[in-house]
């Protein structure tokens, strides 16, 4: 591709990226449905101004490493450890119903191979922090006790969302199932979020050192985004995807971050502070161009939708993702009111399932029908989330309120 023709497509999907953001914005769905809207119009199912092609596959890989790195980087790591039973019950329910109900209806029902029936599953089980935490921000409700819970439920959500997206990724690779192959992802993982955020961590305190004497501005972004490369090709090199490397180096760096076993190291929270506030340009920068990725990569017009088989896979799996996030709650020790609460507050796929799908694409195990009926599931679940949070609490924060400060 020339240069001045990947110029010009880089500045159409900026732009429409961030036009269709704003617009969503405006009616008050999240920013990532304007930006996947952005990349259908744009892209070969309307306009057909831009195809998918290498150059904006890498910039979009890298959009997805830094959008891990940013999950990484707001996941409270005392959460994880002190988020109680009810967040650990609910993000385990909440991880195993919709993976379970994924895989049954596509394997048995629709008669889908093992591998897509678990990718299938794999993708429902997400839940979206983000998105989950600017809702609970604008109804006031993220320090309420149910606030809480969902919180410390989607951080776990997101730690297993992507250890099983490492596993997933592995039977991509080899084509099939093996023990032997999930036994050694698991430790290989493991080993990697023993050490590599100790490593992260430790690294840091070097490029505080670093930026401490240099006279030369913009030290930060570029040794912190070097970083995290490094630590996606190790990721990579050790058989696991390079998002996970992201994850990890965002976590290691979290001013909330401490060792295990009581050990920790001296972080300066202001030093912390400063690497998000120089890394969100680049990440708001990236991030938005993997999302048009997706949409461009949709191509809706060679899709059956006279097909019933399409109708049928979105209407029953975007009911059964909603029913396994909703199912764990109620079996709490709580009012009705705050089972539903915590339920409707797990349902949003956002950014993690898209990662999913777009994985599932990419390795070649979702045809295009699979992989549009996963991004509709998607975006239901994420665009009609928030606007019945906001209702339910507009109409029962009363109920809501008055138990937490009971409580």
């Known amino acids: 591709m020339e240069a001045h023709i990947f110029f010009l497509n880089l500045l159409t999907v900026l732009l429409a990226a961030r036009i269709f953001a704003e617009i969503a914005a405006y009616f008050g769905a999240p920013s990532v449905i304007g930006e996947l809207t952005a990349g259908v119009v744009i892209g070969p199912s309307l306009l057909g101004w831009i195809e998918p092609n290498e150059i904006l596959e890498l910039l979009a890989e890298i959009g997805i490493i830094l959008l891990l790195f940013e999950v990484g980087l707001k996941t409270d790591a005392k959460r994880l450890l002190h988020s109680g039973r009810q967040s650990v019950f609910v993000a385990f329910t909440g991880f195993i119903f919709p993976m379970l109900f994924g895989f049954i209806i596509c394997y048995w029902y629709f008669e889908l191979s093992l591998l897509v029936s678990l990718f299938v599953g794999g993708t429902i089980t997400a839940t979206s922090i983000g998105i989950t935490v600017r809702v609970l921000q ?23 969302g992507v250890i099983l997206l490492a596993i997933l990724y592995e039977f991509s690779m080899v084509g099939g199932i093996s023990a032997v192959n999930v036994g050694k992802v698991i430790l290989f993982i493991g080993v990697f979020f023993a050490l590599a955020p100790i490593a992260a961590n430790l690294i840091s305190v070097y490029i505080r050192h670093l930026d401490k004497h240099s006279e030369i501005p913009g030290l930060i972004p570029t040794t912190i985004v070097s970083l995290v490369l490094f630590f996606s090709w190790t990721s990579h090199a050790l058989g696991a995807p390079e998002l996970l490397g992201g994850f990890a180096a965002g ?30 340009p680049i990440i708001q920068l990236f991030t938005p161009i993997f999302f048009v990725y997706i949409g461009l990569s949709l191509n809706l017009r060679v899709i059956d939708w006279s097909s019933p088989f399409i109708w049928g896979f979105s209407i029953s799996v975007f009911f059964l993702s909603i029913l396994g996030k909703m199912i764990g ?17 797990m349902v949003p796929r956002g950014e993690i399932g898209l990662i999913f799908a777009e994985l599932g694409r990419i390795s070649g195990i979702f045809n295009n029908e699979i ?25 029962y924060a009363s109920h809501l309120c008055n138990e937490t400060n009971n409580r």
Not at 143 to 157: K, N, T
Not at 261 to 273: E, P, R, S, Y
Request: charged share 15%; proline share 3%; hydrophobic share 50%.
């Open 138 to 160: 604008d109804i006031k409700c993220q320090h309420a006790h149910e606030g809480q819970v969902v919180l410390g439920a989607a951080v776990l959500d997101d730690v297993f």
């Open 329 to 345: 709650p109620f079996f709490l020790k709580e009012s009705i009111y705050s089972k539903l609460a915590i339920g409707m507050a």
């Open 251 to 280: 976590l290691a760096l979290s001013r909330r971050f401490f060792l295990p076993f009581g050990l920790t190291i001296n972080t300066d929270k202001v030093f912390a502070q400063s690497i998000e506030t120089q890394m969100k």
């Open 371 to 395: 992989h549009a009926g996963l991004v509709i599931v998607i975006i239901l679940t994420t665009l009609l989330s928030p606007f019945v949070m906001k209702w339910y609490h507009n109409n």
